[in-house]
């Protein structure tokens, strides 16, 4: 260890705790520079510059630190020519150039008479260089449209995804539904062209909320190795006229360049709203470029899968569930006793819990969503983690603050099936309904 390194390591301390004392941070960028320590230097004057960027002795460290020769005297003589005693120095490559009397740049008038640029700043290239150490000096207000990038797919959140159906607990009926209408087709492709089986397709999930529609649309997007690009409302909506329309046909066109692709229409129902029903003419212009776009008018949606998902299927025009649009509708039920074993175990895996009857806990959670049961697992664990603050000793998860639970969290399902009982009753014209019909019979709802 050098003789500097103990006083660096005293004034590092310092600077810590008085961030804002710029003296204190540009001597101990000198000192650094001086051991050698350019990295470190540079950090620190890219804050210092940050908070002052006029601050001249930083940016003469700055320089120094990048390797940047001081810039020499210029004199200029007549007409604003440089003399012959002064020489411009070579400009440094990535760092701007220094603006000389009577030069395009400077103040006053250019040597041919023409109004000066305005002069470059002198920090822009030291924000570029150091972009991954120092933080911008300025950023863009939310209001500021982002910057255009080569990039046309990344303002859709195109991605891969990692879940597969294994990860999926119970749904049984729903996984070979699955693997009739997308899987099978796709890892078959001789028997797939034998029997003219085309890649694509639309199929509609439905049923109660906090079921696990999205996320078993992300574990088809999985299975199938495809890419997945979620599309809600808030993606396609646009207060200026014809933008909404654009908007989902640039979503579709992602989707087709980025083939296989599951792509995920989340709340159907709010895009794909019953015509009749709407007194909006841009949301019924929405919902025909929507029907467009699902026929292939805009463009060949070969490769391109289509999962809807909606909690009220009642809602939605019937024109987009006609063959060749969402031509298929599966029902995702409330999990069944295994599907909530798994989601119980999947929840209580990383919690500190004891002496759970988890047999008596899925008895008792019939009609419970997934996202209920997350709740049932979250409401245990605070009772016991206010237990264990009000006692002042740690203590486990046990079955009496699941039992506790259970007492408070509801399932969320049962208002829904009280309208799905309606609807099946009353709505069901050309069997659209009849897994919701014989659901409920089993429950003998009907």
């Given amino acids: ?17 008085r ?58 003589g007549a007409g604003g020519a440089p003399s012959r005693g002064g020489a411009l120095p070579a400009p440094t490559p990535g760092t701007p150039p220094t603006p000389t009397a009577g030069a395009p740049g400077s103040a006053g008038r250019a040597v041919d008479g023409t109004a000066p640029e305005p002069p470059a700043d002198p920090l822009a290239a030291y924000e570029r260089e150091l972009a991954d150490v120092v933080p911008p000096r300025f950023v863009r207000s939310g209001d500021e449209p982002e910057p255009v990038t080569g990039d046309a797919d990344r303002a859709y959140d195109v991605e891969a995804s990692t879940v597969r159906l294994a990860d999926v607990g119970g749904m049984g009926a729903v996984k070979e539904r699955l693997e009739l209408a997308f899987l099978g087709p796709l890892r078959n492709p001789e028997l797939r062209r034998m029997y003219g089986k085309s890649l694509r397709g639309g199929l509609m999930l439905y049923g109660p909320p906090g079921c696990g529609k999205t996320f078993l649309a992300r574990a088809v997007a999985g299975e199938m190795g495809a890419k997945f690009l979620s599309l809600s409302i808030v993606d396609v909506l646009d207060m200026w006229m014809g933008n909404s329309e654009r908007n989902l046909h640039e979503l579709f066109q992602a989707a087709r360049r980025n083939a296989p692709c599951v792509l995920f229409l989340d709340e159907v129902d709010a895009l794909g709203h019953k ?31 289509v999962l809807a998902a909606t909690n009220t299927p009642w809602d939605v025009d019937a024109a987009l569930r006609r063959p060749g649009r969402l031509d298929r509708m599966v029902l995702v039920l ?12 999947y929840h209580l895996r990383d919690r500190p819990i004891a002496g759970i009857d988890l047999r008596k806990v899925v008895a008792a959670t019939e009609d419970f969503s997934g996202a ?29 603050d699941l039992d506790r639970a259970l007492k408070e969290v509801r399932p969320s399902t049962r208002p829904w099936l009280a309208t799905a009982r309606n609807v099946a009753m009353f709505a069901n014209e050309g069997g659209v309904y009849d897994d919701l019909v014989a659901y409920l019979k089993r429950r003998r709802m009907l």
Wanted: glycine residues 10%; proline residues 5%.
């Fill in 334 to 345: 409330p999990p069944d006793a295994e599907a909530r074993r798994a989601i119980l175990e």
């Fill in 19 to 76: 961030p804002d004392d710029l003296p204190l941070r540009l001597h101990l960028a000198g000192l650094l520079l001086d051991a050698g320590r350019a990295g470190e230097a540079i950090a620190h004057l890219g804050q210092a510059l940050t908070h002052d960027p006029g601050n001249t002795g930083a940016q003469s460290l700055m320089q120094r630190a990048l390797g940047v020769p001081p810039a020499g005297r210029v004199t200029t």
């Fill in 372 to 400: 209920d049961l997350a709740h049932l697992c979250e409401t245990a664990a605070e009772f016991a983690m206010a237990d264990s603050v009000r006692r002042g000793e740690v203590r486990m998860i046990g079955q009496g």
């Fill in 275 to 305: 015509r009749s029903k709407v007194t909006s003419s841009s949301m019924r212009t929405v919902g025909n470029q929507l029907l467009a776009e699902l026929d292939g008018m805009e463009g060949n949606n070969e490769g391109v899968f």
């Fill in 1 to 17: 260890m050098t003789s500097a390194d103990p006083l660096i390591a005293s004034l590092t301390a310092a600077v810590d705790a």
